[in-house]
């Protein structure tokens, strides 16, 4: 027998043994087996984490493969969605809207995600997507021995009836993905804050804009438009423009797919 195969044995049967146990005190859940890895989430004390079998040859020694579902809240940037309002597929993942940030998955076919805001030239979504988070073992509590079987002499007792045959039932299996309806006629979005410069988008002696205003990133760019029909304001409109402002509404695509056009609700100074 190689040596290679017996680790990969003895790997086995670690997970498998790993796999009854909880943990004793909160666990962050890295992306990598690397305690400088950027942290997802934290797993509570009491959880009994399920390994990730994908992962089980490949992660060192003190560390579980682990599996984690989301929905994670999660960034990426505007030019990674597409004309429908989707993300494009084999984007990053961010887990804060900078590209300093950790990255936290790429989007694959079959993920869900929601556009849940806009901040500046990132895209804030709701990611529906199940993917392998790394736990270091030393907060692992060993499952408790099974006490020791009772031998009787069975040669003479009739054969019990079998059980009759359940369904099991994963407690960690990944619920039914909704299908993202962002954009979509009829779809019941919701309203959300969003912030931004407010910008007027009439210039002399060029063609008008299907709005008049507009919100900008911090660089100067038009990231949405702002469909003011249902906005009730004391002050004019003007009295906001080119300053910092939150707006409330409900965010829909245009015609052409090519715009973020915000219903707005509400208007206030930042």
């Known amino acids: 027998?190689?040596?290679s195969l017996v680790a990969?044995?003895?790997?086995i049967a670690a997970?498998?043994?790993?796999?009854?146990e909880t943990l004793s005190a909160p666990t962050a859940v890295h992306t990598q087996p690397d305690a400088n890895s950027v942290v997802v989430k934290v797993l509570a004390p009491g959880t009994a984490p399920a390994p990730a079998m994908s992962a089980l040859v490949t992660t060192p020694a003190g560390w579980m493969a682990v599996v984690i579902t989301g929905p994670f809240e999660a960034y990426v940037q505007n030019d990674d969605i597409d004309k429908g309002l989707h993300v494009k597929l084999g984007s990053s993942i961010h887990l804060e809207p900078k590209s300093s940030s950790g990255v936290l998955t790429t989007m694959g076919a079959g993920d869900q995600a929601s556009i849940t805001g806009l901040h500046g030239k990132?895209?804030?979504i709701s990611l529906e997507k199940t993917t392998?988070?790394?736990?270091?073992?030393?907060n692992l509590l060993a499952?408790?021995?099974a006490a020791e079987p009772v031998?009787?002499?069975?040669?003479?007792?009739?054969?019990?009836?079998?059980?009759?045959q359940t369904t099991p039932v994963y407690p960690n299996a990944t619920r039914p993905l909704a299908p993202a309806n962002y954009g979509t006629p009829g779809a019941n979005i919701l309203p959300r804050f969003f912030q931004g410069t407010l910008a007027s988008t009439r210039r002399p002696f060029t063609p008008r804009r299907p709005f008049d205003w507009q919100l900008n990133d911090d660089a100067g760019v038009r990231y949405a438009y702002l469909d003011l029909e249902k906005l009730f304001l004391t002050d004019p409109i003007t009295h906001y423009a080119d300053r910092e402002v939150v707006v409330f509404g409900?965010?829909?695509g245009s015609e052409d797919g090519k715009n973020i056009i915000i219903k707005v609700e509400s208007l206030r100074l930042k």
């Open 8 to 11: 990969t044995l003895a790997a």
């Open 132 to 138: 392998t988070g790394f736990i270091q073992t030393k």
């Open 143 to 145: 499952p408790k021995t």
């Open 122 to 124: 990132w895209t804030q």
């Open 250 to 252: 409900t965010p829909v």
């Open 1 to 3: 027998m190689t040596k």
């Open 151 to 164: 031998l009787r002499d069975v040669s003479t007792q009739a054969t019990p009836p079998r059980p009759a």
């Open 15 to 20: 997970t498998l043994t790993l796999n009854a």
